[in-house]
């Protein structure tokens, strides 16, 4: 989320903050906290962001960074929310900020590593539908043996609702094996598209 797009983290900037406004979520001074985490004296954690992206031609100083609410709403017990709110004031300043082949070989080393790793994905997609097609086979032959056999005298209910359990799985693989498994697929090739394009770009913008 930093590194590739550029992106700076407000709260990564800022300096001394204290420890209570580090969590911006199950904080222990907010009245939405589970009790049981506060009895454990659990600190939160930190799942909301401030970023911000500087630009080639644009520098950002971070000024201020600060959780600005109240722990409760004035005259009332509870808070605002149960997730805390960002104050973040930036500076921005109009200049030439050149990018360091450090930090272009570190976005490429982490875009590699990335279409490796949907790579692999891709692979495990694959093989997902491979089984989903191998169960919906083995179920399709099992419901077509079930309609040839005589009922067994005595178990009508029952082996209605067995073939009936087999149809709905039968049903279920297929779909994961289609619909579902498509769905995935295009995600994770889009993903890596955007990725390959990037990768190029960064290739043609070499260091001197």
Not at 65 to 89: K, Q, W
Not at 138 to 155: N, R
Not at 174 to 180: E, P, Q, R, V, Y
Request: aromatic content about 8%.
């Amino acid at each position: 989320m930093l590194t590739v797009p550029g992106l700076v983290d407000a709260f990564m900037e800022a300096d001394d903050i204290p420890s209570d406004l580090i969590a911006t979520n199950e904080s222990l001074r907010n009245s939405y906290t589970p009790s049981h985490l506060i009895k454990k004296n659990v600190p939160g954690k930190r799942i909301d962001y401030v970023m911000y992206h500087p630009g080639s031609r644009v520098q950002v100083e971070l000024k201020k960074y600060t959780l600005p609410l109240s722990d409760r709403v004035p005259n009332f017990s509870f808070s605002y929310s149960d997730h805390e709110a960002i104050d973040a004031t930036l500076l921005v300043h109009r200049k030439e900020v050149s990018m360091s082949c450090i930090d272009l070989e570190q976005k490429k080393s982490i875009l590699e590593e990335s279409v490796h790793i949907l790579n692999e994905a891709l692979n495990r997609v694959h093989n997902h539908k491979v089984v989903y097609w191998l169960f919906a086979s083995v179920l399709l032959v099992i419901l077509v043996i079930s309609l040839v056999l005589d009922t067994p005298f005595g178990y009508n209910v029952l082996f209605n609702i067995l073939k009936t359990l087999v149809t709905v799985l039968m049903i279920f693989s297929i779909l994961m094996a289609t619909i579902w498994n498509n769905i995935e697929r295009h995600a994770i090739i889009s993903g890596k598209l955007a990725m390959d394009v990037t990768l190029k770009r960064l290739n043609v913008n070499k260091c001197l």
